[in-house]
């Protein structure tokens, strides 16, 4: 019995490295060697390989995208992540930033994982 307990906990463990929080989605993310710990987003981004952004494992459009934040906003300040895919174009990144500054946000980061220097 313990030995699935163990089994479990180590799978879990393992796919919950993959996962961005708040994308639902697995991503690779690219690395940078001048990544700084930033503060807990308000919401986070994903954008995939194939140009899809999802917020909380949903696909959403560019419109969808900037209504869901124009509400947020109403709520008070938000700080939102781009956790994209390191073979996502630049141009769906920048797309999807667009749409988060057209929602009236600049407090924009992009995800990265450190690499050593």
């Not at 639902?24 to 940078?32: A, K, V």
């Not at 209504?67 to 999807?96: C, E, F, M, W, Y």
Request: proline share 3%; aromatic share 2%.
């Amino acid at each position: 019995m313990i030995d699935i307990m163990m089994f479990l906990l180590v799978f879990f463990v393992v796919i919950s490295l993959n996962m961005i929080a708040g994308t639902g989605i697995p991503l690779e993310i690219p690395g940078s060697k001048t990544t700084q710990q930033i503060k807990a987003s308000t919401i986070t981004v994903g954008v995939t390989r194939d140009g899809k952004a999802v917020v909380e494992g949903r696909a959403v459009s560019a419109e969808e995208l900037k209504n869901r934040l124009v509400k947020l906003k109403q709520d008070g300040p938000i700080d939102v992540v781009l956790a994209g895919d390191k073979d996502a174009s630049l141009q769906t990144l920048l797309a999807v930033m667009d749409s988060v500054r057209g929602a009236g946000i600049s407090s924009v980061g992009i995800a990265a994982k450190a690499e050593r220097k």
